[in-house]
Nanobody, 121 residues
Framework: QVQPVESGGGLVHAGGSLTLSCKFF??????VGWFRQAPGKEREFVAD????????AYADSVKGRFTISRDNAQNTVDLQMNSLNSEDTAVYYC????????????????WGKGTAVTVSS
């Protein structure tokens, strides 16, 4: 399976916004999602979205601030991030096959290289 390509990261001031984009190749009927890994921490789930766009889930830490969307014609999944704070500083990764077990989410496909987000206070 081809890795997705993440883009859109950068340096932003606290309270600011960024939009990340995940580009993939070929039709994908699975849930696609975003994870992030902060320095010294394990990778954690951020959000995912189903094929039709109606099956959406967010981590509690980003609810109300982040919005995930999907364009199946363009093969992209975007993550709009608002009201960013220092806790959002991390490398953000896209995964093309997100599965859920109870309250846990797992990325089952190959990982991309990620895109780094740094929020300055």
């Amino acid at each position: 399976q081809v890795q997705p390509v993440e883009s859109g990261g950068g340096l932003v001031h606290a309270g600011g916004s960024l939009t990340l984009s995940c580009k993939f190749f070929g039709r994908n009927l699975r849930n696609v999602g975003w994870f992030r890994q902060a320095p010294g921490k394990e990778r954690e789930f951020v959000a995912d979205i189903g094929w039709t766009g109606s099956d959406i889930a967010y981590a509690d830490s980003v609810k109300g601030r982040f919005t995930i969307s999907r364009d199946n014609a363009q093969n992209t999944v975007d993550l709009q991030m608002n009201s960013l704070n220092s806790e959002d500083t991390a490398v953000y990764y896209c995964n093309l096959d997100v599965r859920r077990t109870g309250s846990n989410y797992y990325g089952m496909a190959y990982w991309g290289k990620g895109t780094a987000v740094t929020v300055s206070s």
